[in-house]
């Protein structure tokens, strides 16, 4: 049972905009910023998203970050093949001292 | 550009102790007050953070497994290590170390079996 709440699955066809939830607490998302990783099988998460909307060089710029109280959301747009992965929400818990972490939403491009 | 890679035998025997360092490159782990975790990620499964340390040595676990982890940190090395004792079969998985939330490793399969 993941500390964050994400959609088990996602999907979009191609050129489409997809968008991805995260839920938390106040202690958690409420109060931290949140980071969007992608996962493709077989290698590590790659950074997608820091500090809820920041978005490292080398990232395009389809994909968007934000945060609303205690939930957050991965925009995809210009959906295409290559976008095809795991995708996880994360960022630091008050409580826990530590990070926590989404289940994960497996995106299918159709 | 920091640069994180993970060491460490990839086959563990039942109730011995899982052993991994992390190495890090492109800076120095004692130049700000980051934190350096260790996380795991089952095959099929989602992501499970462990722990981590601060180059203080100050710790932070989580509470499933704190009762067989300990994290520590040489700076002199510019690593740190993860110990889990009493391994089972449940903690096959993929470790990861990282620096915040920010850089990972690429990871290294554990796996315990005899």
């Known amino acids: 049972q993941s500390v964050l709440t994400q959609p088990p699955s996602a999907s979009g066809t191609p050129g489409q905009r997809v968008t991805i939830s995260c839920s938390g607490t106040?202690?958690?998302?409420?109060?931290?910023?949140v980071y969007w990783y992608q996962q493709l099988p077989g290698t590590a998460p790659k950074r997608l998203i820091y500090?809820?909307?920041q978005r490292p060089s080398g990232v395009p710029d389809r994909f968007s970050g934000s945060k609303s109280g205690t939930s957050a959301s991965l925009a995809i747009s210009g959906l295409r093949s290559e976008d095809e992965a795991d995708y996880y929400c994360a960022t630091w818990d008050d409580s826990l001292s530590g990070p926590v972490f989404g289940g994960g939403t497996r995106l299918t491009v159709l | 550009q920091v640069q994180l890679q993970e060491s460490g035998p990839g086959l563990v025997k039942p109730s011995q102790t899982l052993s991994l360092t992390c190495t890090v490159s492109g800076g120095s782990m004692s130049s700000a007050n980051y934190y350096w975790s260790w996380i795991r990620q089952p095959a099929g499964k989602g992501l499970e953070w462990i722990g981590h340390i601060y180059t203080t040595g100050n710790t932070n676990y989580s509470p499933s497994l704190k009762s067989r982890i300990a994290i520590s940190v040489d700076t002199s090395k510019n690593q740190f290590s993860l110990k889990l004792s009493f391994v089972t079969a449940a903690d096959t998985a993929v470790y990861y170390c990282?620096?915040?939330?920010?850089?990972w490793g690429r990871g290294t399969l554990v796996t315990v079996s005899s």
């Open positions: 500090r809820n909307n």
């Open positions: 106040r202690s958690n998302i409420g109060d931290n910023y």
């Open positions: 990282a620096r915040n939330l920010d850089y």
